[in-house]
C-alpha cells in the first residue's frame, strides 16, 4: 500500500529526509520520508513528519509542502535578532480586537519565525495594559510554545533555558544587558480592577478563589462562545480604560446582579460544577501531607 | 504522585507547607519521598554553583516513576544554569518540560525584598511542578508561572494558577494519569 521513494525533492528541493523542520501551529518536526498513500481510491505522495514533542505523525501532501509554510528550524543568527526585537520594548498593542485577530492569524499560519514573535510580542505588550481574553490567552500560550521549541532546537539547549532566555528580554531581570546595553528592569503589571476596585472586572480569580476553598477542577469560565468574547470585545476595543468607570457606579452587589443578568447561559453554571466536585477533593485532601522518608538518594 | 526529595536540610513544617501547597495547586498527592545529596558533577565549572540541568540529570534515583509522577528535588544551594542568547539571569531552579524531573532551591529566600521560606519555596516548587505539565511562564503577576525574577512573584505569596494555567494542568494531568 505504502512505498518508499529512493531520492525524493521534497519542496523546493532544500528540505531533505531526516531535516528538522518547523510545520506551522504544530511546531519542531523530523522528515521521516515520503510515501504513497492510496486515499479515496487516489494515490497520494505524502510526506510523513514525526513531532519531536510527542512522536505524533504529520503526513502533508508532497505538492502542498511549501504552500503550508513547512520550513527549516532557524538558523543561530535569526534567533540572535529574534531576541533584539524581544529586547527592544517599544510597542504599542493593538487594539482594535478585529485587526488584531486577523492579523495574529495571518502570521500565525504562516509559519514564519517573525509572525511568531510579533504575536507573542503584541499579545504581551497588550497583557501589560489588560488581561486578554480566553482565546487571545490560548493564542499567547501557542506562541511562546512554538517560540521556545525553535529557539531550543535551533540553538540545542534545554526547552527550560530557552524559555528563561525569551523572559529575559520580555520581562527583564534587575541588570540584564542586550548587546552591552542595559535594558529597563521589568515592572509590576498594571494593577487589576480586581484588586484596586473590587470585584466590577471578572478576571476569573474570583472563581478560582472560591475554587480554591472547594478545589474542584476548573470551573470553566463563562463558557463565551465567539459571539459573547467579541460582543464582550467590543465593548471594550474602542475605549479600554473607561469601560470599568462606567460599570463601576453602581455598588458592588448591584454590579453583579446585573452582571448576571448579562450572562445568563453562563452564570448558573459556575455553582452547579464547584457544588458536584467539592467533596470528593475535600476528602482526598485530608491525607495528604505524608512525610514518609524513604531510603537515601544518592 | 508529586514525590518530593530534599537534597539539603529544611524543618519539616516548611516541607509539610509546601506539599500541601503543590497538592492545593495541582490537586495531586504530594509527599515527601526521601533525602539525597547534591551530586558532585553537578558542580558548575567556575564553582559558582550547581548546574540546575546537570543536577537534575546526575540524580541517580531508584524512584520508580509511573505516568503521572513527578520528582522535585529540593535544594538550599545556589543554582545556575547554561548562559543562552541573553547571557546569564537569575536561576531558581530547573524542570524537564513534559517530563518527570525539576529542582527548585531556596536559595535566596527569606532576605529582603523576597518572600519568606515556606511561601517562596512552595512558589517556586509550584512553578516548576507546571513546568513539568508542560505549562509555560504566565504574564499574569498572581499566578504561580509567572517569572521568579519579575516583581509580581514577591508581591503575590499566595501559589496559586490562573484560570488558564489551572486548565491547562489539569487538561495534562488527565491525560498523563497512568
Known amino acids: ?298 | 504522585m508529586i514525590r518530593i526529595v530534599t537534597l539539603s536540610e529544611f524543618p519539616p513544617d516548611v516541607i509539610d507547607f509546601v506539599s500541601r501547597r503543590l497538592h492545593a495547586a495541582y490537586g495531586m498527592g504530594c509527599e515527601l519521598e526521601g533525602e539525597g545529596e547534591m551530586p558532585k558533577a553537578a558542580m558548575d565549572d567556575e564553582q559558582s554553583g550547581w548546574s540546575a540541568p546537570k543536577v537534575v540529570e546526575e540524580m541517580d534515583d531508584d524512584v520508580t516513576l509511573y505516568a503521572d509522577d513527578k520528582i522535585l528535588y529540593l535544594t538550599a544551594e545556589p543554582l545556575v544554569a547554561p548562559p543562552g542568547p541573553m547571557g546569564t539571569g537569575p536561576v531558581d531552579g530547573f524542570a524537564q518540560y513534559g517530563g518527570g524531573k525539576a529542582v527548585a532551591t531556596a536559595h535566596g529566600l527569606g532576605e529582603k525584598g523576597s518572600l519568606p521560606l515556606d511561601q517562596g519555596l512552595a512558589k517556586r516548587a509550584a512553578h516548576y511542578v507546571g513546568h513539568l505539565w508542560d505549562l509555560h511562564h504566565c504574564f499574569d503577576p498572581r499566578c504561580a508561572m509567572h517569572p521568579g525574577w519579575s516583581p509580581g512573584f514577591a508581591q503575590y505569596p499566595e501559589v496559586a494558577l490562573c484560570l488558564f494555567c489551572r486548565e491547562k494542568s489539569e487538561r495534562k494531568i488527565k491525560l498523563g494519569s497512568s
Open chain 1, 1 to 298: 500500500m505504502a512505498q518508499k521513494s529512493q531520492e525524493p525533492v521534497i519542496g523546493d528541493g532544500s528540505l531533505h529526509i531526516g531535516d528538522r523542520v518547523v510545520y506551522p501551529n504544530q511546531g519542531i518536526c523530523r522528515i521521516t520520508g515520503v510515501t504513497v498513500k492510496n486515499i479515496s481510491g487516489q494515490n497520494w505522495e505524502v510526506v510523513t513528519l514525526s513531532r519531536e514533542e510527542d512522536g505524533a505523525t504529520v503526513m502533508v501532501p508532497k505538492a502542498k509542502v511549501m504552500g503550508i509554510g513547512l520550513r527549516k528550524v532557524a538558523d543561530i543568527g535569526a534567533i540572535d535578532k529574534v531576541f533584539d526585537e524581544l529586547a527592544n520594548p517599544s510597542v504599542d498593542p493593538q487594539l482594535d480586537w478585529k485587526i488584531r485577530h486577523r492579523e495574529n492569524a495571518d502570521r500565525m499560519s504562516g509559519g514564519g519565525l517573525f509572525g511568531t514573535v510579533e504575536v507573542l510580542k503584541g499579545l504581551h505588550a497588550l497583557s501589560r495594559v489588560r488581561p486578554l481574553p480566553p482565546k487571545e490567552r490560548e493564542l499567547y500560550d501557542s506562541a511562546r510554545h512554538l517560540l521556545v521549541g525553535e529557539i531550543a532546537a535551533a540553538m540545542d539547549i534545554p526547552l527550560h533555558v530557552a524559555e528563561d532566555n525569551l523572559d529575559y528580554a520580555l520581562w527583564p531581570p534587575e541588570g540584564m544587558k542586550r548587546k552591552g546595553k542595559v535594558l529597563p528592569a521589568a515592572t509590576l503589571g498594571p494593577p487589576t480592577p480586581m484588586r484596586a476596585v473590587g470585584d466590577e472586572d471578572d478576571l476569573g480569580f474570583e472563581d478560582e478563589e472560591g475554587e480554591e476553598a472547594a478545589p474542584a477542577p476548573a470551573a470553566a469560565p463563562a463558557p463565551a462562545g465567539d459571539e459573547a468574547e467579541e460582543a464582550e470585545e467590543e465593548e471594550e476595543a474602542p475605549a479600554p480604560r473607561p469601560a470599568p468607570a462606567k460599570k463601576a457606579a453602581p455598588p458592588p452587589a448591584a454590579a453583579k446582579k446585573e452582571k448576571e443578568k448579562e450572562k445568563p447561559r453562563a452564570a448558573p453554571k459556575k455553582p452547579a460544577a464547584a457544588a458536584k466536585k467539592a467533596p470528593a477533593k475535600k476528602a482526598a485532601h485530608a491525607k495528604k501531607p505524608a512525610a514518609k522518608a524513604k531510603g537515601k538518594k544518592k
